[in-house]
């Protein structure tokens, strides 16, 4: 089996500031790292040192961020298949985080909103049915549902973590075979959070559930039935792509024992989030190849 990842990559610029700026404020801060990231590359990143064959398809410009992004995912088990967009900014995250461990991201969609539907599924000429598609919330409306239509026809499975957020992510659920979201996006798209927000998506045609509770752990839920699984115990230093390594680390764990989402995969899920939630940055966070491989023998 083999992941399409289609979504964004970013250069991910982290500052440190003592407190989340005001609005119309001024604020002293200290170059933490420079690293890449983005929704889309993290969780190919994370599929990738798991041991899963991982397709990153994604846009960058031709500026001298792309040349960093090419240089970064050559270092990693990603097939990368950038698409070069003349005359765009490549994107990129301005990621705040305070000593408590909180961050606040801003990231550039210059490109990853600019990827046209055909070249977002190119690859997937080469699928075979079972294979999974993964995909986040930072390709245009029309680029995001065109994808998730393409893979239904071609019976691949549909992976989905509507992050960023928009509304429209609502009506995508019956395209959508498993679903991760945190809980401010459990509340925003189906008005409840927990046990309410998960029934919500069963009803609506997802099959697998995920909601990420931050330190409180996550639940998985199904047409049979609903379990939480509690967090690992670590000091949260920096949050940023918690949620990317957890749910790379999910599908992994997954696909590579060919069996539908379970508490063994969420299990996995949480040990590899709690790793990349005790370290800084985005990409060096990320669990590394051996880490990976011990977290899904367990
Ligand atoms: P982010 O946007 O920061 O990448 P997210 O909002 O998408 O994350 P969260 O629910 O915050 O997702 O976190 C995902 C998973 O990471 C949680 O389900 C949990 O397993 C792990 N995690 C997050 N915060 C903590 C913490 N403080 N301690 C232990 N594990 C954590």
Known sequence: MRAYVIGNVTVDETISVSAMPEAGASILGHEETRDLGGKGANQAVVMGRAGLTSILVAAVGDDFRAEIIRSQLAEEPVDARLVRLSGKA???????????????????????GSLTLSEAIRPLAESTAGDLVVLQGNLSDDVTRGILEEARRRQLVTAFNPSPL?????????????????KGEAESLTGSGGQAAASTLISAGVKHAVLTLGGEGA?????????????????????????????GTALASCALRGVPLDARAIRHATTAAALTVSRRGTRSAFPTKAELHAILAA
């Open 166 to 182: 928009r509304r429209f992510f609502a009506d995508l659920w019956p395209l959508i075979d498993i679903a991760f979201l945190n």
């Open 219 to 247: 639940m998985l839920a199904s047409r049979a039935g609903t379990l939480k699984i509690p967090a690992a115990a670590v000091t949260a230093i920096d949050t940023t792509g918690a949620g990317d390594t957890f749910m």
């Open 90 to 112: 490549s994107d990129f995250s301005i990621i705040f985080t305070t000593p408590d461990g909180e961050n606040a991201i801003v990231t550039t969609t210059d490109s990853a």
